[in-house]
């Protein structure tokens, strides 16, 4: 069942919305749903489950994944819920687990009914810190907090400034998918963090700042779409770059990773401030696409290719399709749940097409994606190319070693691989900066 929560997962990482629930409650069933496995009661441990998991995942199985958990760590010795986090219509409650022979932590998601709607192996958690990149020289540069955006639903920001340069270039970083903090912190890696620290090595500053949804859950309780998720802050950090002290005014530039990368063109069509924009690993196809591609890419790599199996990842493509809605009816509300996301953000983001918008820009694009990318491919660097390859004010360049990350990597892997730091690749901040003080 761990890898077979297709849905679920995207939905821990696509969705922000919360709803009002009694965290002490749902500790209490986490722990509570633990005990009675130790206690090998697996009737009363499946009756924790909402209809659909019963019948996904039988008493029967259940049985056999826990003994399978005690073959490889050992006799289980303690369980407790130690973090919660409202995701979309579910609430992710983390458990720690000890062993005899080991640690592995788990997540149940569970609905409003506070029943459990599924269940997964938390990733290891990385014993190695993460480490400053090498070219990152801390001589050259300073970094200060602020906060963007209006008063009352302000967000922390770094500003990081090179030292003894006039009329530098200002980057903006533009997050992607998920809640996140500002320096895009995922695993053991921390790319903003990285790229700041570079770029501002060779003269440029930046602005990064904490993603609304991480801070804000509460305010994604009604229905949005991408402008209030990411446009209106990445607006405000433009106009945050555009008064930097020591900054060229007319040289901010939009780095976008990932889902940053696809609204990027939509952020330099509606801000004059925008000389440029970098599209990082961005998708160039529809964001049901991607989920899909994605789904298809794990079912692959888990090798199991049962009928059972199969019958998860074609049950999760016909999720996904439901995603694909250009328009609100009479049975799609603009607040109907799809993937976790109200259907008014799909609808939204159906229809805009982010190819056409930076195909008809004038200002600077850079086009980078990674080659052991495994969450956008290079089908959607090949859609960039041959809609901008002839355009002179782009430039497009693969990179076969980088991940989603944009760190050198000698396989495309899973999830797991974020766990193991790797800063972002010194060629490619090189790149970047060599572009970005190119007239």
Do not use: C
């Amino acid at each position: 069942m761990m890898k077979r929560s297709i849905l679920f997962v995207i939905a821990l990482l696509f969705t922000t919305t919360a709803f009002s629930q009694n965290v002490i409650q749902l500790f209490n069933s986490a722990n509570d749903f633990f005990k009675v496995l130790q206690e090998e009661k697996f009737n009363d441990a499946h009756a924790f489950f909402d209809d659909t998991l019963k019948t996904k995942l039988s008493e029967e199985n259940l049985k056999k994944l826990w003994f399978d958990i005690g073959t490889k760590y050992g006799k289980p010795e303690s369980f407790d819920a130690i973090q919660s986090k409202a995701q979309g219509q579910f609430f992710a409650v983390t458990v720690e687990g000890k062993f005899a022979n080991g640690a592995q932590n788990f997540i149940l998601g569970f609905n409003k009914a506070q029943k459990i709607v599924g269940i997964f192996l938390a990733p290891a958690k990385s014993n190695v810190a993460y480490a400053k990149p090498v070219y990152a020289d801390t001589n050259l540069y300073s970094e200060k907090q602020v906060y963007v955006g209006v008063a009352g639903k302000q967000l922390a920001a770094i500003v990081t400034t090179p030292k003894n340069v006039k009329n530098f270039p200002m980057v903006v970083f533009v997050h992607g998918s998920g809640p996140s903090d500002m320096d895009e912190t995922i695993g053991a890696n921390k790319p903003f963090k990285d790229l700041a620290g570079g770029l501002a090595s060779k003269g440029i500053g930046s602005v990064r700042y904490v993603k609304r949804t991480l801070v804000y859950p509460n305010e994604f309780s009604k229905p949005y779409t991408v402008k209030e998720e990411v446009l209106d802050d990445a607006a405000a950090a433009i106009v945050a770059a555009k008064a930097v002290m020591g900054a060229n005014p007319k040289s901010i530039y939009v780095f976008g990773h990932s889902l940053g990368g696809m609204l990027a063109p939509k952020l330099a069509a509606t801000s004059p401030d925008v000389a440029g924009i970098i599209l990082a690993a961005a998708p160039a196809r529809k964001l049901s696409d991607i989920i899909a591609e994605q789904n298809k890419y794990m079912f692959d790599l888990s090798k199991d290719t049962t009928a059972e199996n199969k019958k998860y990842l074609d049950d999760a493509i016909v999720q996904i399709n439901k995603s694909r809605i250009t328009q609100l009816g009479t049975t799609i509300k603009p607040d109907s749940s799809i993937l976790g996301l109200p259907a008014k953000y799909w609808v939204d983001l159906n229809t805009y097409n982010q190819v056409n918008t930076a195909k008809s820009l004038t200002k600077k694009i850079y086009v980078l994606q990674g080659g052991n990318d495994f969450q956008v491919s290079k089908t959607d660097f090949d859609l960039w190319n041959s809609a901008l390859s002839k355009k002179k004010n782009v430039t497009l360049k693969y990179y076969p070693d980088l991940n989603h990350l944009l760190s050198p990597q000698t396989e495309k892997g899973s999830m797991g691989q974020y766990q193991t730091p790797v800063n972002v690749a010194e060629g490619l901040v090189n790149d970047l900066a060599v572009w970005i003080k190119a007239k």
